[in-house]
């Protein structure tokens, strides 16, 4: 079957790092998405993961790694405004995404 | 245009009424997708178009939900007879080709059912 677990909800201090877990079982993998959806908005894209390894984007870094059906989202510096939710998605085919449930981040000062 | 625009943002409805929800895609995009999300939840998949056509509605929940896409540009959603349990945000995304990469959301249109 098709599933995607991430902590439901994680809480992190201002300044500190945070490591976001995504475990996946799919029938099919064309990469992983990790998106940040603040309260009542859209999500919006915050990096792609199609080989296994680390991407660094400025403060946030994803991480895959496909023989584990693993991947990571780590976010450095952590500022009050990235307190939203953090969604996990598989692309399992050409078109289809397979979303979890979202990670809800509450940043304190 | 510059973004995904859905319009309602907000739609209050009675139980039994029906609902239609716009979706306008960034200007060029072939692949446009419709999306339901709870509280909490990810976004579920209901249905996908490519140009035209519905390339995978298998997401729809029952007969009462249908979309369309007739020019291959804007779409609408429509919900019949609506029910309580359809209450959610309806997201539509958009990207340019099928095999293009990253998906870009709009704001959503919030249903609530009374």
């Known amino acids: 079957g098709q599933n995607i677990d991430q902590p439901t909800e994680m809480t992190a201090t201002e300044g500190a790092i945070v490591q976001i877990n995504c475990t996946y079982q799919t029938s099919g993998f064309n990469g992983l998405f990790w998106y940040q959806q603040h309260a009542g908005e859209a999500p919006t894209f915050l990096s792609y993961?199609?080989l296994d390894g680390l991407e660094e984007k400025g403060r946030f870094s994803s991480f895959l790694s496909r023989s584990k059906g693993y991947s990571y989202l780590l976010l450095k510096e952590l500022q009050m405004k990235d307190s939203a939710s953090y969604l996990c998605a598989v692309r399992e085919s050409n078109y289809q995404l397979i979303w979890g449930a979202g990670t809800k981040l509450i940043i304190k000062p | 245009g510059a973004g995904v625009s859905q319009t309602p943002s907000n739609k209050v409805t009675e139980k039994g009424k029906y609902v239609e929800l716009r979706c306008d895609p960034i200007?060029?995009?072939?692949?446009l997708y419709w999306y339901r999300q709870s509280l909490g939840q990810g976004p579920e998949f209901l249905i996908y178009?490519?140009?035209?056509?519905?390339?995978?509605d298998s997401g729809l929940p029952n007969d009462r939900f249908f979309a369309v896409r007739p020019e291959g540009s804007v779409s609408t959603l429509k919900i019949q007879r609506t029910e309580r349990g359809d209450s959610a945000v309806y997201l539509c995304?958009?990207?340019?080709?099928?095999?293009?990469?990253?998906?870009?959301f709009g704001a959503g249109s919030r249903l609530t059912v009374l």
């Open positions: 178009f490519q140009g035209t056509g519905a390339a995978d």
């Open positions: 200007s060029g995009h072939t692949a």
């Open positions: 993961n199609v």
């Open positions: 995304a958009s990207r340019p080709s099928a095999g293009a990469n990253v998906l870009t």
